[in-house]
């Protein structure tokens, strides 16, 4: 199986590079929009005055230029290597950063903040940017781009482009599993589908706004998070039932509403990238894969640590993360993320044919 996937990927690459052909620096689509949450923010919250950040050491520290730029990671993103598989020289710039401006906006740019959120109020709590106020920043960035390019080169950027969002883990474990207010209010699958009625918006507002090929992430396997397993986790160094048995019945909800909004739009892309799987074969079969730790994090303990407690000063942080699923008790490494995203690769052909 790993052979035939590894002759599958190496097919798709070379028809991408094909259909890159010679123009240099040039993607396989006009931009990448991204929105969401730590998973793919990459920088956006560094200057907001919340406590989640990671613009400081260790972070970054296996990155291009070994500087933290605001990816919780110790290096790149796996929504960054797909940036580089569509055959881009360059990120898309942290909309909130001095970087966003002029003609680098015309190849898409990241809207995504840490602790956000489908839900509004789970941002809130982090004075992080909730998904509702990423939308408006996007269309801020629409006129700024009609400005820079023109109406026509404008609209061919936001109808071709590649639209990324990543949404759900922080409802989930950095809200409704520590607020008893609102674990009481509501059953798994009520929030569920508190959830599932934001994304169905969320999507119809960027349609609305042009977009037409749009890729979100499923629920992660929550119960094998290290920070999750510590708080939740009864002692036990397994992955904890409960909260993978939440994410999976998140993730058929997501799969069934996207696939009544294809139905509704006929000339909408949509895919739910599966990282369920993937990430919890790097949990169960972390040699499989190149792996020797999957339940403790590279950083400090690894079992806790994320954002401000993953510091310089974190005691037992390894030196070297390549062979660590997790950076931090949040967050996969750069060379998990690698993995990850050749999975959307092959997920994700029908957003690129």
Same mark, same amino acid.
């Given at each position: 199986?790993?052979?035939?996937?590894?002759?599958?990927?190496?097919?798709?690459?070379?028809?991408?590079?094909?259909m890159v052909g010679f123009s240099y620096g040039q993607g396989l689509v006009p931009g990448v929009m991204i929105f969401g949450d730590s998973v793919v923010d990459t920088g956006n919250n560094n200057n907001l005055y919340t406590l989640v950040k990671a613009n400081f050491p260790p972070y970054g520290r296996d990155f291009s230029n070994h500087n933290p730029t605001g990816r919780f990671c110790n290096g790149k993103l796996a929504t960054d290597f797909t940036v580089e598989n569509l055959g881009f020289t360059s990120y898309p710039p942290a909309y909130l950063t001095q970087?966003?401006?002029g003609k680098k906006l015309l190849h898409g740019a990241n809207f995504a903040s840490a602790?956000?959120?489908?839900?509004?109020r789970t941002a809130n709590l982090y004075q992080a940017v909730p998904l509702t106020q990423q939308l408006q920043y996007y269309k801020e960035y629409q006129s700024k781009v009609v400005g820079i390019a023109g109406k026509a080169k404008a609209a061919a950027l936001f109808g071709g482009s590649i639209y990324i969002l990543s949404a759900g883990s922080s409802d989930y474990v950095q809200n409704y599993y520590i607020n008893p207010l609102l674990n009481g209010a509501y059953t798994p699958e009520q929030f569920s589908d508190l959830l599932v009625h934001s994304f169905n918006s969320f999507v119809e507002n960027l349609y609305s706004l042009g977009a037409r090929r749009i890729g979100v992430t499923s629920l992660p396997p929550m119960g094998c998070l290290p920070a999750a397993i510590t708080l939740f986790g009864g002692g036990s160094n397994d992955c904890v039932a409960r909260l993978n048995?939440?994410?999976?019945?998140?993730?058929n909800k997501i799969n069934a509403a996207s696939n009544a909004i294809k139905k509704k739009?006929?000339?909408?892309?949509?895919? =739910? #990238?599966?990282?369920?799987?993937?990430?919890?074969?790097?949990?169960?079969?972390?040699?499989?894969s190149g792996f020797f730790e999957s339940r403790r994090a590279c950083c400090g303990t690894g079992t806790i640590e994320t954002s401000l407690l993953c510091n310089t000063g974190a005691p037992?942080?390894?030196t070297n993360a390549t062979g660590y =699923? #997790?950076?931090?008790?949040?967050?996969?490494?750069e060379a998990a993320n690698k993995v990850l995203s050749d999975a959307l690769l092959i997920q994700g052909i029908d957003l690129i044919s």
């Open positions: 199986m790993a052979a035939t996937m590894s002759m599958i990927f190496v097919l798709i690459t070379q028809v991408m590079v094909a970087e966003a401006q602790s956000s959120g489908y839900l509004d048995n939440d994410a999976v019945a998140f993730n739009h006929s000339n909408l892309k949509l895919v =739910v #990238f599966d990282i369920y799987n993937p990430l919890l074969d790097l949990v169960k079969n972390p040699a499989k037992g942080t390894c =699923v #997790f950076w931090d008790s949040f967050h996969p490494s």
